[in-house]
Structure formats: C-alpha cells, structure tokens
C-alpha cells in the first residue's frame, strides 16, 4: 500500500506532466491506469488540481517552483509546476490535503472499511446486522459483558442482536450511544455526529452532561465542538441510504450535492452558491451517482459539467 508521501509524489508527478504538455497515447494510457487502480489516487489526484490553483498565487509556493520551471509555464494553460523536490511545497500540500489522505490510515486500523461508492452489510459475532454505507470504516471489539463499534469516518446503520447482558455501544468521537436491541443509524462528519432511532431506545452520551434517551423517530446531533446534543424528529429517509436511494424532499440544493459528493471519487462543486438554498425533492440513485447528478441538474435547471478526473461542476 502506499504512504501518504508516495501517493502524494506520484499524484504530484503525473499533474506536472498533464499540466505542462499534450500527453502521448501510452502516458495518457498510463494516467488512467494508475487513477483507476485506486480511489484514493483519484480523489489526490483532483486535490493537487486543487492545491495547484490555490497555490499558485501564494508566495510559499512561488519561491518553491524553480525559475527554470517558471519561465517555462504555457500561456494557455497556466498552471502551476514544480520540482519535486521542492520540500516547502510538498510539505504545505501534505498539509493542504492531508485530511483526504486520512481514510487510508483509518482503513488500516479499521476491521470493516467501504471504498467510495459502495455500501457493505454484514452479520456480526452476536447476530446484529451492521451496514456501511460510503467510505466508510469501523472498529469492532466483542466481550462478555460489552459490544462495541468505533465508527471511525462514514455512516452506518445497526439493527441491534437483544443481550441484556451486554449493551451494544457505538461511539464517534465522545459520542456513544448505547442500545440493547433496536435499529439505528449513526453519521459522523467533520461537523460532528449525527444519531438517529428507527427502532427502540438509544442512551446519547457526549461525555459531559447528562445522557439523552431517544426514542424511535427522534435523533440527536452533537457538533464537534459541542458537548450537548440537539434533539429533532428524525429526518425523513435518513436510513433510504440502505436500500442504494437517496430521497430527498425539499432538501437544499447544496446538502442534496453534498450526499451525492459522498459517493463519487470527484469533487461535486455547485459554482453559483446563491443556487445552493433551491429545494430539491426526488428519489436518486446512489448506485449511480453520476445519473443522479444529471437528475439534480435537471430539476434545478442548471447545466452539469464533467471535469474528467477532476469535478463535476453545477452552474
């Protein structure tokens, strides 16, 4: 497997060669390949296309690309090139995307893990059904007296075995919630931890205060820098993920792209933000999230471009 650094290289390596002249038949062949072997080489692919045009303007950066390359850089595509040699530049791009390179680290301490795009289901030791949907990667730890599942990034969904004896604890961050036979979904993101109940009861702890209960048709969030949790009915469809839908009704536009970007290796950008509160109400494919964007595109009536191995852009 690749470290972050090495993917990073070659990720950087392959755009200088793009960016800076027509590919030949074999390379372009080659570009592919190496793009398709992986998810992740796509996804740090289309992050250097990013962190390239961001950078560009940034002093750091200028003084990191050599002069020789400099003076080379073509009027018609002016990107930004550079050595890689150049350690100020690798090191802010480490730090620029390093946030995407995480999965891979949490994949390797993980016991369950999904690719972008796939969703995954499994039975567990003690009979609870547990599904994943999008990259997505869980620790699993049974005992005798406790059941517990670390939701490490992602979402997940778990129709709890009955044990008196040993509560099931899902956690996420210091969010645990705790059930002893019911179904539930739990959603982590980088705003915080989502927790909703479809059936049964679920005791919501954040580590400071005091838990919550929630019931079927309620759920909680707790942001990431919180540490109590926000009660409200349980969003419609919040677990049609499992069944490889996503319905929406009236859900804005820029929350509906942000779903479908879970669930794609290219970033989903929607370039006319004054479009993003739109409401938006289908039934979309997560099988295809490509047809479900031109689905998107079409309600709202805006046009969908396709950056190969970059973006797919709504304007």
Request: with cysteine.
């Amino acid at each position: 497997m690749n470290s972050p650094d090495s993917l990073l290289q070659q990720a950087a390596r392959w755009h200088s060669i793009a960016s800076g002249r027509d590919l030949s038949a074999e390379e372009s062949r080659s570009l592919d390949l190496w793009l398709a072997h992986n998810p992740r080489h796509r996804l740090a692919y289309a992050d250097i296309c990013a962190a390239t045009f961001a950078l560009e303007q940034s002093p750091l950066a200028l003084s990191a690309v050599q002069p020789a390359a400099a003076q080379r850089r073509s009027a018609s595509r002016p990107l930004l090139r550079w050595s890689l040699a150049a350690t100020p530049l690798l090191l802010v791009l480490a730090v620029v995307f390093g946030p995407r390179l995480q999965p891979a680290w949490q994949n390797l301490n993980s016991d369950l893990h999904t690719a972008i795009g796939t969703a995954h289901s499994q039975t567990l030791a003690d009979g609870s059904v547990l599904e994943l949907d999008t990259d997505s990667a869980v620790r699993v730890r049974m005992s005798d007296h406790r059941r517990d599942i670390e939701l490490l990034r992602g979402r997940l969904a778990i129709a709890v075995a009955k044990d008196a004896s040993r509560p099931l604890h899902v956690t996420s961050g210091d969010v645990d919630a705790m059930a002893v036979g019911t179904r539930y979904v739990v959603n982590r993101t980088d705003a915080g931890t989502e927790v909703g109940v479809h059936e049964g009861i679920v005791r919501v702890a954040t580590g400071k205060g005091s838990p919550v209960d929630l019931h079927a048709g309620q759920q909680a969030f707790v942001a990431a820098d919180a540490s109590t949790a926000q009660l409200s009915a349980l969003s419609g469809g919040s677990d049609d993920w499992t069944r490889g839908v996503l319905s929406v009704e009236q859900m804005p536009l820029r929350q509906v792209l942000a779903e479908l970007d879970r669930y794609l290796p290219e970033r989903v950008v929607l370039s006319n933000a004054a479009r993003g509160d739109m409401p938006i109400t289908a039934t979309l494919p997560l099988d295809d999230p490509q047809a479900a964007l031109r689905v998107v595109a079409q309600t709202s009536q805006l046009s969908l471009r396709h950056i190969p191995r970059v973006a797919y852009i709504l304007r």
